[in-house]
Structures are given as C-alpha cells and as structure tokens.
C-alpha cells in the first residue's frame, strides 16, 4: 500500500514533468514587472474577497489578469521567501538563510544564478527597488555603511537597485542606491550594531516618552523618527529615512527606472515595505480605512500598484508586460508595535478562508495573493493550480528563452504554463517553510509532521500549527485545516512522510 502511493506520487510528478514542456512558450514579454507586497495577507485583498478595504488598483490587476487561488510564497517569512524566489532553491536546505538581521552579510553570493541574472542573460535590464532583506556587504562589524556596501544586489544579476537593507523596524533605516547609503553626511558616519547598544542615542526601552509609535513586544532598541527599532544605530542623521515617505520613495524610484528603460526590455523587482511593521501610512491615507494604520497602508499599497500601472498606461507598455503581484508571506496583525491593528481589525480577515498567518504551518503562511497580468497572452480568470514563487527562476528562464538547469536552481520546476493560464495543473507537491520547521503539500492533500513547537505564538497571537502528533488535511473538503484525517488515514500519512524525507534528503525536488 505504501509503495504503491509512493509510485503514485512519483507517478503523478513525472507525468507533470512531462506535460509541462507539452505547450510551447509564448514571445517572451517585452517587460517583467514583480510586485512584491511584504505581509499581504489573501484576504487582504478585495480581489480576494477583502471588504473592509478598498483595493481598487489590485482589483483591476486581477479583472485583467490570472487571479491564482492556490498561489504560495515559499516560506512563511520574508528572507526565506525572497531568498527560494530569486534562487529558485527552497531556503531551508541553506544555513543562514532564517529571518536576516539588519546587519547581515549578503545571502545569495556572486556567481550565483538568480533570477536576475537569468533576465539579464536573456537582454533584460534589471531594477530592484524597496525592501531587499536578504544581506548586504560582507555582514556584522566588517560591514561599513560609509562606503561601498558589497556584494549586494548589483554583484547577482541587478543593473540597479535603490533599497531599505532589511526591514522598516531594523536599523540601519537608511536608503541604499546602488553600493551606497543616499545622502549620507560623511561627518556623520553611521554605525549599527545588533550586539549591543552603541552611542548614546536615546531607546524605545530607555526613553518610552519619545515614541510616537510603541512597541508591543522587541522593537525597543534605537528610536529613529520617533519609532524605535531592532538594533542600534548612531550617525548617518541626514541620509535616515522618513517611514511617512518610503512607499512614495519606492514608487518615486520605480516609475523613473521604467521611465529609463522604456526603450529597453526590463526586469523590474518592485518589493515595497508595506504592509510590513511599523505600519506608518503617509498622511493622506491616515483613516483611509476603519482598521488604523494596518488597513490604511494596504490602502497606500494599493496607490503604488495603482502607480506603477499607471506608468505602463502612459508609456505604452502594459500590453506586452508581463506583471506578477504577489507577496513574501502571509498576513499577521500584532508584529511587535501597538498600533490598533488588534483593537480596529473588526470582521476583517486577512487570512482569507486560510487558518494561520506569517510564522504558521497552517495555510494562511504562505498562500498569498498571486495574480498574473498579460494582456496580450493571458486570458483574465481565476486558476486552481498550485503554483509557488519559487517556480520563478525556471518558468520565467523558459519564457525568455532561458534554460535554467536543476543543479541552478534546485527547486524551480517549470510551472510556466499555469502562471500563464495554459494548464489548470500547477506542481504536484510544494513543502511550505513554517518558521520553524516544513509542512508538504501534495494536491489537496497537506500534512504536518509532529513537532515540539508551541501551538500558538503568543506575541502575535498566531497559530503556528504545532502539534505533538501529525496533522493530515483534506483542505478540498476542509480549507480551514480543522480536521485532522491522520489518524483515519496512516499510509498517506507514511507516503507524505516519505516524500517529504526524500525532498529533503535529495537536495533538489527535480
Ligand atoms: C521578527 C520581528 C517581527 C518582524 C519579523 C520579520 C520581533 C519581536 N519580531 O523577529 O516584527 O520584523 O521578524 O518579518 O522582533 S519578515 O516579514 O521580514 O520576515
Ligand atoms: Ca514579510
């Protein structure tokens, strides 16, 4: 019984190998634009079902557009998701590649291939602007934020880049463009340290009468801007970024690499901070929804998406670019600042139909938002396929002539007929990165291995899917992920077990 479901599975994986190569690829497109959301939750989205808040913009991606009801980050947070997107390998079988402090050396190392350096071969001129998150410079104390700051971006496949390093509530909060920090005084260099505090600028801890925003758990570090952080920062006063500004920054910043490079063929990574913690919406979107900062920032997402596709309006390009909206994870509420997102959340859910949020084994982790525009090749509708951003690399790779071998990019299987709705069929199997710890996914079926981790986190109040014993979900019959089958069902319980060992153990799922 159990060899025959492992033939079955293996079975089922060849066949999609082999039917995935059955539809020729489309022209590649002109431009590839990817927009990526940071803690975007399913439900998030009015495209998906959200009514509380109003997204208009992503609404209409998805009206002209492929609308992915089973669409995955690989992990459940930032780092890992990005890392497995632009390396097509799962995360997790690399140290190092867990959550990135603000002072992290780069993550994905120069020579190798990425998914810009897949675009970039194929004559794309490549951009990424926002959050990056995956380490730059060489990392801890060698990393000197007063001069060039590299390996980076630039040094994996990137033409240009104008970046926060890490996240919005980790120093240092400065813009890097290219190798450097953008309008740093150099008679006020900039130190970060995340070992210890450093200067004497006052702290969340220390000097709580500051805050404009306050923490409710970590985040109590340097304050910046009346905020206080992960880690310890002095200097750089000129150059620190203002959070009211960044999305208008970031969209400020794309729209004019778009603008030079319309006569070019480009690739632009467009990852904005919102809605990512802390949450500081820019004045005009202040009570833009009921739900406080959290849902008025999904407000200001939604303008720079509205941005963007503005622009490719003007210039003439929509029709032939290819533009991607996803996100790095799924949706939390209370990430570590009191800001109402708890107390005004109301009937919102921003999971969706999902059980779980960032963090979780559960659903809700990392199936996100997940639409494909193409006007000229992508019939709009809505697509039950399993697809992942990890597919990225080698689907995109086939799109524009690229061939992306398994050794390059482990985990990337070629999905590309599902991302442009030419297949229903997705991938068979997909492990999902909780936290801590993998869950896989084979068809509708989801299994959880037994774990000693807490069920619940308690500072954001997540169900991280723990369990002492293993969990097997129907999710076609149960998408909420409450009944769990294993108990009534132990040789699938083996055979997923299996797969997911062999997944592992193997180094590469093709
Ligand atoms: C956690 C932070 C959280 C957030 C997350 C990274 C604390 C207590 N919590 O460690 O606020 O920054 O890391 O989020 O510090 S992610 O979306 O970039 O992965
Ligand atoms: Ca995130």
């Not at 619940?456 to 769990?484: F, H, K, M």
């Amino acid at each position: 019984m159990f060899r025959k479901m492992m033939n079955l599975i293996i079975g089922i994986s060849l066949l999609a190998t082999l039917s995935s190569s059955l539809f020729a690829a489309p022209p590649a497109p002109r431009n590839i634009v990817l927009i990526y959301a940071d803690d975007l939750g399913y439900g998030d989205v009015g495209a998906y079902g959200a009514t509380a808040v109003k997204t208009p913009h992503m609404d209409r991606l998805a009206r002209e557009g492929l609308r992915f009801l089973d669409g995955h980050a690989a992990s459940a947070t930032c780092t890992p998701s990005r890392y497995a997107m632009l390396t097509g390998e799962y995360a997790w079988r690399q140290k190092g590649t867990g959550i990135a402090r603000g002072d992290a050396g780069a993550i994905i190392q120069p020579g190798r291939t990425t998914l810009a350096t897949i675009l970039k071969a194929a004559g794309y001129r490549t951009g990424v602007v926002g959050k990056w998150h995956l380490g730059m410079g060489p990392g801890g104390k060698a990393t000197d934020w007063n001069t060039d700051i590299k390996p980076g971006p630039l040094e994996i496949g990137f033409d240009y880049c104008f970046l926060m390093p890490a996240t919005g509530d980790r120093v240092p909060c400065v813009y890097v463009e290219n190798h450097r920090v953008v309008g740093l005084d150099p008679a006020d260099p900039i130190r970060v340290s995340f070992e210890g505090k450093i200067g004497n600028e006052p702290t969340g801890r220390a000097n709580p009468e500051l805050l404009k925003m306050h923490p409710s758990h970590g985040h109590d570090m340097t304050i910046i801007n009346g905020i206080s952080r992960i880690g310890y920062m002095t200097g750089g006063k000129a150059a620190r970024w203002v959070d009211e500004d960044i999305a208008d920054r970031f969209t400020e910043k794309a729209v004019a690499f778009i603008e030079r490079e319309r006569t070019n063929r480009f690739f632009l990574f467009f990852s904005l901070h919102d809605i990512h913690v802390p949450r500081v919406p820019h004045p005009r979107f202040v009570g833009a929804t009921g739900m406080g900062p959290r849902g008025d920032v999904i407000v200001e997402f939604d303008w720079c998406v509205g941005e963007i596709l503005k622009t490719l309006d003007r210039l003439d390009l929509a029709e032939d670019t290819l533009v991607i909206l996803t996100s790095d994870n799924g949706p939390v509420i209370d990430d570590g600042y009191r800001d109402d997102a708890v107390e005004k959340l109301g009937d919102h859910r921003a999971a969706g139909p999902f059980r779980g949020g960032k963090y979780s084994h559960f659903e809700a982790a990392t199936r996100v938002p997940f639409i494909v525009r193409w006007p000229k090749t992508v019939k709009p509708g809505a697509s039950d396929a399993l697809v992942c951003q990890v597919d990225f690399p080698t689907s995109l790779g086939r799109l524009v002539g690229q061939t992306v071998a398994a050794e390059q990019a482990p985990d990337s299987l070629d999905t590309l007929d599902a991302l442009l709705g030419k297949s229903a069929r997705g991938r068979e199997h997909l492990v999902e990165q909780a936290i801590h710890g993998l869950a896989l996914r084979v068809g509708e079926w989801k299994y959880i291995p037994a774990n000693n981790g807490p069920a619940v986190n308690r500072n954001t109040d997540t169900e991280l899917g723990n369990a002492s014993e293993p969990q097997l979900y129907n999710l076609a019959e149960d998408i909420g992920e409450r009944n769990n089958l294993a108990a009534a069902e132990p040789e699938r319980v083996a055979a997923m077990s299996a797969l997911l060992k062999k997944l592992q153990s193997d180094g590469r799922s093709r």
